[in-house]
């Protein structure tokens, strides 16, 4: 098949994960668009506002010149970004337990500040505001997503893939976001990859090590669920194996019109929150 990024079939972490989760979620988050306003919606929380807030202050400092990335405390940053998600926003519900959650990403963020360890040293940054590239032309899948952080090992020339995690359980085993980044990173520059770790920010002072899997497992195994994932798509079919699971449930609502509209978020996507 010939390449055509506009019919090509779009994959990443989060969107296969969700349809291993559940079809129809797949189908609510990353395919449905609203008649109206023609945006995709979803469903924001404080987990997943304290998350986009943190994120967007660490993976900010990979532009800046190591020795510089600190003179300035990131609870500066952190205050300025987080109004972003303030009030209904970011979900919360009341002013106390956004003073809550926001009080867990300072900890996180002055964590990093005590304990620097590799974001003090030379970031890799891939050229790209979505990070992509052909996980098989002849299934005519892209495979895209974002590198939280590479760090650049010069003893071997190489990079180091670092997942800034700041939820409170590890990532599975079987999660298909380490094959994905190992692809990413190797596809898209031209060092190896030598070592990739998850930092758990809310109880780490450092990165912890993982496993990589080898390039062609990685490959096999994302382009497995890639497959399936068009599959869905090219039949429309997007079918609860539950007939309305925990997953998929809370954004039935959005079209059920039991859920609240707050605002426009990033990619254009309609937030709602579920009262």
Known sequence: M???????VWVSSSS???????PRLYYLRNVYKDPLSRHKVTIINPALALGQSVHEVLEALSVVPAEDRFTTSLLTTYETVWKKVSGKLGGFTNEEEEAQVKERGAQMLQRVMDHPGPLKNKAIKIPKELPNYYLSEEENIILCGKIDWLEYIPEDDSVNIIDFKTGKNDESASSLQLPIYLLLVHNLQKRKVSKASYWYLDRDDEPVSIQLPSLEEAHDKVLQTAKLVKSARLKGEYICPKDGCYACRSFEKILEHEAEFVGVGGYSQDLYIIP
Do not use: V
């Open 2 to 8: 010939s390449q055509d990024k506009y019919t090509a």
């Open 16 to 22: 296969m994960s969700d349809f291993l989760k559940c």
